[in-house]
């Protein structure tokens, strides 16, 4: 298989059709490499008649059926390339990240080749006019050192190293290891201080986390000119709420970076303006839709659908019409704020696990958590789904909502109980707890803002 004809420049302002006909190819080459080499989708498409004739534009992709987490998870080795299909510059490995959510609790590899590392580093040196990063920044990995090496964790310093800007890494976490190698908070801060670090990355909460002790503490974040955020759904509420306290604390800006992804994917997704949606950064390596999860079609654009993306250069670990989990809409037309070309996310992505019923009501929790990120004397939250009754797993659904906050409690807990009221049309219990009970930014990689402890139903 020969290398693929691979981009074209100044690649997220091209008209729409040219950008098709680059992908268009581009898919060719993947479908039929996956005919071949890919133990899954060879089994897929024969089980569905399909050859690689049937599928030779990103219109045809929509009768091969979509693949899900699930597949994956159940046999991640069958969604890697046989290395031995391809020349020693495109398969040799270059690293192993990996993704987390296996019934078994072992994590699933997703392996990248040199090929595909280079795609990104590529991607990640073309695309800063969108990101932003510059070769003067000093960039503060806030990812946490975990027991496998994470997908954010690790791309962190790739994509810094391709700008040619700094990095340090703050190695927060714990791990089951004999090696005392992790920091505190308080140690990532300093280290933010020390280097005077232009650049935070990380998680969302974490790093709201970090800007609440640098406010307590009084550290000097001067040099701070930007957070990326990234790894867990944010709200407009919260970024504005990580705003302000870069204002409050003096940093030289105030601009958050929004950011999507998934280890999976590879290739990050990055609004240019608050709201704008998500652009693809390298539709030149992922072809983005919205599909009917039941039927495989594919949605018109701006219409919602599960997310699903389908790689176009990859030579790994590689997926065709993934289900991410979350359900968007997805846009070809230019963006209203930039003019850029390149497919947006549009909508807000919103984990199908936001979704559930509560006492029979279908209840879209991602609304309730918009509403209590905008309350600003809130230091966490939780919402949890959970029987009534505790002994009695069959009993009642109640909605609770874990707070960690200071002052008037009893005004809080109304407050709180209101928006829920709004959101959800629920009445919930209120708990007030310490907020490392909730997030505790030490030992989890991000928090846990909704938990259903409610037995499965089917
Ligand atoms: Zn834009």
């Known amino acids: 298989m020969d290398a693929p004809d691979i981009s074209l420049p100044d690649l997220l302002r091209q008209p729409p059709e040219k950008l098709r006909a680059l992908q268009d190819g581009l898919l060719r080459q993947m479908v039929a490499l996956c005919y071949d080499h890919h133990p899954f989708y060879a089994r897929l498409m024969r089980s569905h008649g399909l050859e690689p004739r049937h599928i030779q534009s990103c219109d045809d992709l929509v009768r091969l059926p979509p693949s899900s987490k699930k597949d994956f998870l159940d046999d991640p080795e069958a969604f890697r390339i046989d290395p031995d299909a391809l020349p020693p510059e495109q398969s040799t490995l270059w690293k192993v990240i990996y993704t987390t959510g296996t019934t078994s609790g072992r994590p699933a590899p997703v392996y990248v080749?040199?090929?595909?590392?280079f795609a990104y580093l590529y991607a990640c040196s073309k695309r800063q006019e969108l990101i932003g990063l510059k070769d003067t920044d000093r960039l503060a990995n806030l990812f946490p050192l975990t027991a496998f090496?994470?997908?954010?964790?690790?791309?962190?310093p790739d994509e810094v190293a391709a700008v040619g800007?700094?990095?340090?890494?703050?190695?927060?976490g714990r791990a089951d290891t004999v090696f005392p190698v992790h920091r505190s908070l308080d140690d990532a801060l300093a280290a933010i201080v020390r280097h005077r670090a232009t650049v935070l990355w990380g998680v969302a909460g974490f790093v709201r986390r970090i800007l609440m002790r640098a406010q307590e503490i009084g550290a000097d974040?001067?040099?701070?000119?930007?957070?990326?955020?990234?790894g867990e759904a944010s709200s407009t509420a919260m970024r504005e709420d990580?705003?302000?306290?870069?204002?409050?604390?003096?940093?030289?800006?105030?601009?958050?970076?929004?950011?999507?992804?998934?280890?999976?994917?590879?290739?990050?997704?990055?609004?240019?303006q608050p709201g704008s949606g998500f652009h693809s950064l390298a539709p030149d390596q992922l072809f983005h839709e919205a599909v009917d999860p039941q039927t495989g079609a594919r949605k018109p654009d701006g219409e919602k659908g599960m997310q699903a993306f389908t790689h176009l250069a990859r030579r790994g670990t590689a997926f065709l019409r993934y289900l991410v989990g979350d359900e968007a809409s997805v846009s070809?037309?230019?963006?209203?704020?930039?003019?850029?070309?390149?497919?947006?996310?549009?909508?807000?992505?919103?984990?199908?696990?936001?979704?559930?019923k509560i006492k029979g009501t279908l209840v879209n929790l991602q609304n309730l958590k918009d509403r209590l990120d905008r309350h600003h004397e809130l230091r966490e939250y939780q919402i949890v789904v959970q029987p009534s009754d505790a002994a009695d797993p069959f009993s009642m659904d109640e909605l609770l909502i874990r707070i960690a906050a200071d002052g008037d409690r009893e005004a809080i807990a109304g407050r709180i109980a209101e928006e829920a009221l709004g959101a959800a049309h629920v009445r919930p219990r209120i708990a007030f707890v310490d907020a490392d009970e909730i997030y505790d930014p030490i030992t989890a990689a991000k928090p846990r803002r909704v938990v259903d402890l409610r037995p499965p139903r089917d």
């Open 113 to 117: 080749t040199a090929f595909d590392h």
């Open 149 to 156: 090496p994470m997908g954010a964790y690790a791309r962190a």
């Open 165 to 172: 800007a700094a990095v340090i890494s703050t190695h927060t």
């Open 221 to 230: 974040f001067s040099a701070v000119r930007m957070a990326m955020i990234t």
């Open 242 to 272: 990580l705003r302000q306290r870069m204002v409050a604390l003096g940093c030289a800006g105030d601009r958050i970076v929004n950011r999507y992804g998934s280890t999976e994917q590879g290739g990050s997704m990055v609004e240019c």
């Open 332 to 356: 070809n037309e230019p963006c209203p704020h930039c003019g850029r070309t390149t497919p947006r996310i549009t909508s807000q992505p919103v984990r199908v696990g936001d979704i559930v």
